[in-house]
């Protein structure tokens, strides 16, 4: 029996009956505290046909692609639970998305100041991997100076950015996370553009 990705809209429905049966890579984007294992969590709890692959979980970034392409496999999508705060992070599962057929890689943008993910870390507790509020805020600081926001060229075919105020302060309900998928599925096709040049290139 196959399974099918959840998708906003009428109780029952799928994402493969809405979106002309592809599956999803969907990559969450942001920094630490941004809130996206909080939204990651709850998509896989509401929308069990996305399988979770988190960092933080699993260890490595090799553990991740493993479940990732097994699940792909299994014809479930995936929800890449990591910072991905740059174009070659962000590579890695828009090139796993492209060794399967129909499967489209989408990504989620959790736009979130620097003052809110420091603050949230400051009260974090039960991390993985960031045991103390000292090692969050040098890891957040780190992250900040090494991220760059997706760009068209990347090869992404759809890009959402959720605000703080897009985010509930106590956690997402299934209508909310349909309602986010919803707005991810309708947004506008990302038209593909030429990379930038290298400085002193041509």
């Keep these: 029996m196959s399974t099918s990705p959840f998708v906003p809209g009428r109780p029952g429905e799928t994402v493969n009956a809405a979106i002309d049966h592809h599956q999803i890579v969907l990559i969450l984007v ?3 505290g941004s809130g996206k294992s909080t939204f990651a969590q709850a998509l896989e709890r509401y929308c069990p046909e996305f399988v979770r692959c988190s960092q933080d979980d699993l260890g490595d970034r090799r553990s991740v692609e ?3 392409r097994r699940s792909l496999r299994e ?13 070659s992070q ?16 989408w990504v989620i943008v959790f ?13 974090r507790t039960g991390h993985p991997t960031i045991t103390s509020p000292e090692l969050g ?36 309900s299934e209508a909310d996370v ?16 030429a990379p930038p040049l290298l400085q002193g290139s041509g």
């Design 178 to 193: 349909r309602e986010v998928l919803r707005r991810l599925r309708e947004s506008p096709e990302v038209v593909q553009s």
């Design 30 to 32: 942001g920094l630490v």
């Design 111 to 123: 736009d979130t100041p620097y003052e809110i993910c420091a603050a949230r870390i400051t009260e």
């Design 66 to 68: 493993v479940l990732a």
């Design 90 to 105: 962000r590579a890695t599962w828009i090139n796993i998305a492209r060794e399967f057929p129909r499967v489209e890689p």
């Design 75 to 87: 014809g479930r999508s995936v929800c890449i639970d990591r910072t991905n705060f740059d174009e």
């Design 137 to 172: 805020m040098q890891v957040l600081q780190r992250f900040q100076s090494q991220y760059r926001p997706p760009a068209s060229h990347e090869g992404h075919t759809r890009i959402l950015y959720l605000k703080p105020s897009d985010c509930p302060d106590n956690g997402y």
